[in-house]
């Protein structure tokens, strides 16, 4: 039997639409969309999570104890200054480096530490710190030739004053090099890579003094800018 009180549920039921609902489900999907991103952004910076373990204390054990660079002969880009060794290229300059490393065919992480250092290239030029601080990209790939270099560097619309691109030509020295700064590269298919990422900042003294997240680019050069302003 069906009662007044009863129908009466069910026509309010019929008559109301589900506001709460259809309202909810956009706000839940673009968190869900953020979430994703930001989990694909840090899945590629440390390669599927497989390098985040021990990242913390190594980039405190350097803060403590700043690591000195291994020798390796290096080569720039076409149009840059030859450096010739590690050494010379970071205790030549007496400015602080933010370094990242990549190689020019990478379409993933590296396009991303590109588009960061564009933006900290322009930062420092606004600021007038060119003199304090640049940047320096280290490529991994031995297929990137001075005129590869060159060809990214343009670009990237690097500034050759303030942002060098260099590579090393020797595999043990290359592995050396990848050692010391904590940088994990795996073969990929396609002939690419799976490598992590973050922002190292070389001292005037061309050591490894800090290592900054490669989701805080803000962080990196303000710490960059800083240890810049130190009295040389």
């Not at 069910?10 to 956009?26: E, G, I, K, Q």
Request: hydrophobic residues 50%.
């Amino acid at each position: 039997m069906t009662t007044w009180a009863n129908s009466s549920k069910h026509a309010v039921a019929a008559l109301t639409p589900p506001v709460r609902r259809t309202r909810l489900l956009p706000t839940a999907a673009a968190l869900l969309l953020v979430l994703l991103l930001g989990a694909g952004a840090l899945y590629a910076g440390t390669m599927g999570f497989r390098v985040v373990s021990t990242e913390q204390g190594r980039r405190l054990d350097i803060a403590a104890a700043p690591r000195t660079l291994p020798p390796a002969a290096l080569y720039a880009a076409n149009g840059q200054r030859q450096p010739g060794t590690l050494a010379r290229a970071f205790g030549d300059d007496p400015r602080i480096a933010i370094v990242a490393f990549i190689y020019t065919t990478c379409n993933a992480v590296c396009s991303v530490l590109g588009s960061e250092f564009q933006q900290m290239q322009q930062a420092l030029k606004d600021q007038g710190l060119q003199d304090r601080v640049r940047l320096v990209s280290i490529s991994f790939d031995p297929r990137d030739t001075p005129d590869a270099l060159a060809a990214y560097a343009k670009r990237m619309q690097a500034d050759p004053a303030s942002w060098q691109f260099v590579a090393m030509s020797d595999d043990a020295e290359r592995a050396a090099v990848l050692e010391r700064f904590g940088i994990v590269v795996l073969p990929a298919p396609l002939g690419e890579f799976q490598h992590n990422a973050a922002f190292h900042l070389v001292d005037r003294q061309g050591r490894l003094a800090r290592v900054i997240d490669f989701a805080a680019p803000q962080q990196a050069l303000a710490t960059a800018i800083a240890l810049g302003k130190e009295p040389l």
